[in-house]
């Protein structure tokens, strides 16, 4: 019985180490009468979690402090000493081991007569192996009741860290008269550089590097669409706008990340102006592959038949707000306040969308692709050649990915590789900007619309002929500019007879 609830705690620890990989607690962990959490012989509250690196981070305790019940004060003496005990454990994730009584083939958490007959551990206390390579670890702090004292304070101090890991804290007592015991006050964690934890760090550079990216592509973007402006389709117009937000959305999740390291703590206003940007450019990219992959502005003047617009506004309307919701939840709240049914359950409506963006926009580039080859519009069916091509192999990158992904997150549960874990959003940023790049190359504004523009009267003469005949046109003089002007009369008329034959 007692090895399956010494197992059933391993298993709650691993979990709430799970649970606090994304750190939305900032680096200011407070506590407010929460409760301690019965496991074996012990009861442990998990204080935070967060990367540190060596030599000058500290964790600092501040006004932390343990009340327990009436009932638990009452059976002391007014003028009794040490009347109730709380430990406060600092551990590297890699020691986790040496929390509870393994090393001696037991399966108890706090020490019992037994275990202190052989002088192996003190009783009452929990069961802690130290580190040979770091005899400071795990580390222990003791605060004790006094007499019959409801509350203990634990004293003001600063922990420094020698070592650079993924650190853990919890409050652990072993007295079971003091269940009920309830613990305030906040703890800081502070890293070199300032609040943000190690594992965040490399993200702000990141945003700090895209949003220099987003600027230089919308520099080139705007010289471009100053350059030829007169030639600007409505394509233009949405490719600029996803651009834009591209850019707001880097630089404001910097601002963001800059701030949480300045001050700590993460400002709800801020957070939430990068989360909305990140959702409406998420759901603005997605609608801009649809409306390119249906041939918007080449194959078809508008959306408005059969009431194509509606349903896709409406497709992207409900993945705003599935996404918007989500990307609160992440980092906004308090992840442990949320079930994993419950972040289920926001998932799975992205996902779903997402499916439903992947199969439309395929299911829209095999009908667009079709057309274009019917036509015979060789230079739009080229460009839209190149573009299946490139949304192909985005989707087997993120096929790829998904499952790497997965697969890190099944065999690093703890996150030991902390150090790493950065490149799996950053993918997904960086396969973001690829796209649009892509995108921005091959509809970009040029002298030559017709390459990708749609004419309501003569898309359907061949493009090709138009290429050849302006060439022969340039070539030639004044009297082979006029057989270029009929050679192209005659293509046009050949295609009209093919239209009426059609």
């Known amino acids: 019985m007692m090895r399956f609830e010494t197992q059933s705690f391993t298993y709650t620890l691993a979990l709430f180490l799970i649970l606090c990989i994304t750190l939305v607690n900032a680096s200011i962990h407070h506590y407010s009468n929460e409760q301690f959490t019965h496991r074996s012989n ?23 402090t343990f009340t327990r019940p009436k009932e638990s004060a009452i059976n002391h003496g007014p003028m009794q000493t040490n009347t109730g005990l709380v430990e406060a454990i600092i551990l ?29 551990c003190n009783l009452g206390e929990v069961i802690i192996q130290k580190n040979p390579d770091n005899p400071e ?47 305030t006050g906040r703890t800081v964690w502070r890293n070199p550089n300032g609040y943000l934890p190690g594992k965040m760090a490399p ?48 630089a404001v999740w910097y601002f963001e990340y800059a701030n949480f390291n300045a001050t700590g703590t993460r400002p709800m206003g801020i957070t939430l102006w990068a989360v909305t940007f990140t959702s409406v450019k998420k759901t603005l990219s997605r609608i801009l592959l649809l409306v390119v992959s249906m041939g918007y502005g080449v194959v078809r003047p508008t959306l408005g038949a059969h009431g194509v617009a509606s349903r896709v506004l409406l497709l992207g309307l409900l993945y705003f707000v599935a996404s918007e919701a989500l990307e609160l939840v992440e980092h906004l709240g308090n992840i442990n306040d949320f079930s994993g049914k419950t972040k289920l359950l926001l998932v799975l409506p992205v996902v ?47 096929i790829a990915w998904i499952g790497f992904e997965l697969y890190f997150n099944a ?29 921005c190359v091959l509809w970009a504004p040029s002298r030559n619309p017709t390459r990708y523009a ?12 138009i290429s050849l005949t302006s060439s022969v046109a340039k070539m030639s003089g004044d009297v082979k500019e006029r057989k270029g002007s009929s050679a192209t009369d005659l293509a046009f008329g050949e295609d009209i007879e093919e239209d009426k034959r059609e």
């Open 42 to 64: 012990a009861f442990f509250f998990h204080g935070g979690s967060e990367a540190l690196f060596a030599p000058t981070s500290f964790i600092r305790f501040e006004t932390v």
């Open 92 to 120: 590297e994730v890699k020691d986790r081991q040496r929390i509870g009584g393994s090393y001696f083939k037991s399966d108890l958490i706090c020490c019992d007569p037994n275990l202190a007959k052989d002088k192996n």
């Open 137 to 183: 670890l795990p580390k222990r702090i003791r605060t004790y009741f006094q007499g019959t004292n409801e509350q203990a304070l634990m004293e003001t101090q600063i922990v420094q860290i020698n070592a650079t890991g993924m650190y853990y804290l919890y409050f652990m007592f072993c007295d079971p008269s003091l269940k009920g015991t309830t613990i």
């Open 203 to 250: 993200l702000m550079t990141l945003y700090g590097f895209m949003s220099l990216a987003y600027l230089l592509l919308g520099l080139l973007w705007f010289l471009r669409f100053v350059q030829f402006w007169k030639d600007i389709i409505h394509v233009h117009y949405h490719i600029t706008a996803v651009i834009g937000l591209g850019m707001c959305e880097m």
């Open 352 to 398: 779903c969308l997402d499916s439903c963006f992947i199969l439309w926009i395929f299911s829209s580039l095999s009908k667009t692709l079709e057309k274009l080859q019917t036509r015979r519009n060789l230079a739009k069916l080229e460009l839209y050649r190149k573009f299946t091509n490139m949304l192909a192999v985005s989707v087997l990158l993120s």
């Open 411 to 439: 065999t690093d549960p703890l996150s030991e590789l902390w150090q790493i874990a950065w490149v799996i959003p950053a993918f997904w940023s960086l396969l973001s900007y690829a796209l649009l790049v892509v995108i």
């Open 454 to 465: 749609y004419l309501e009267e003569t898309d359907d003469f061949d493009e090709e002929g």
